[in-house]
């Protein structure tokens, strides 16, 4: 089975703090991507990889970078905290279209964040 | 840019009973690919079906079934005999067919079903 692990399920921050989000899977799947979920906003994608050190913008990038320095490993990063990025992240991945083109993404547990 | 819709943001079925989930999404796209996926309060969102576009017949997985009308852009999920377990948070998605790096998903903003016993 495919392992989608993100390293904390909470976490409580404050203001104007570097976040790192991390997150690593386990079946060298290509793409990777980082959503948040909000209640009554289902998810939205804020980045994601198809590659080492590629990625691109989602619907919500802003005041959020990403960084995939290895294959298997994806993390988001919130250059300067702030409230209204208080919510809950999911990270999950995917092979590349080509070689499994109904292949679904695979999810971690999520990590609840809150900015103080 | 495609849109997922998932009107109802509540919905309730009796323990046995069947209950369906209603999506609707628009794209300009012909290749496409459809997931329902759920979320129970443990949180991991786990795939409960999907669908090509191109394939007429409905998917089924076991008590799960879906009926897809492509030419209505209408993806309902069916629940046959609900089980107390089925109670989760249910998300529609969406995601082009090509090849390549294109593989986002689009979400609808979810439906919330409960089982009563």
């Known amino acids: 089975d495919v392992k989608v692990t993100q390293s904390s399920r909470y976490l409580v921050k404050r203001t104007g703090e570097k976040v790192f989000l991390e997150c690593v899977q386990d079946?060298?799947?290509?793409?990777m991507f980082w959503y948040r979920q909000d209640p009554g906003l289902g998810l939205r994608l804020i980045y994601f990889?198809?590659?080492?050190?590629?990625?691109e913008k989602g619907d919500i990038p802003e005041g959020y970078s990403v960084s995939r320095e290895k294959k298997e490993r994806f993390s988001l990063i919130l250059e300067s905290a702030s409230t209204n990025q208080t919510s809950m992240y999911l990270c999950?991945?995917?092979?590349?279209?080509?070689?499994?083109?109904?292949?679904?993404?695979?999810f971690g547990d999520g990590t609840r964040l809150s900015i103080l | 840019a495609q849109t997922v819709t998932q009107s109802q943001p509540e919905m309730s079925v009796q323990e046995a009973e069947t209950v369906t989930l209603s999506c609707t999404y628009d794209?300009?796209?012909?290749?496409?690919?459809l997931f329902w996926y759920k979320q129970p309060p443990s949180r991991q969102m786990i795939l409960v079906i999907r669908?090509?576009?191109?394939?007429?017949q409905n998917a089924t997985e076991n008590r799960f079934s879906v009926n897809f009308q492509k030419a209505a852009k209408s993806f309902s999920l069916k629940i046959s005999d609900s089980q107390l377990g089925d109670a989760a948070m249910y998300f529609c998605?969406?995601?082009?067919?090509?090849?390549?790096?294109?593989?986002?998903?689009?979400f609808g903003k979810g439906i919330t079903l409960s089982v009563r016993p």
């Open positions: 669908q090509e576009a191109y394939k007429q």
């Open positions: 794209t300009s796209e012909s290749d496409y690919y």
């Open positions: 079946m060298d799947h290509e793409n």
């Open positions: 999950a991945s995917s092979p590349m279209t080509g070689s499994g083109r109904n292949q679904p993404q695979h």
């Open positions: 998605a969406y995601r082009r067919g090509q090849t390549g790096a294109n593989s986002k998903l689009t």
């Open positions: 990889s198809y590659d080492v050190k590629m990625k």
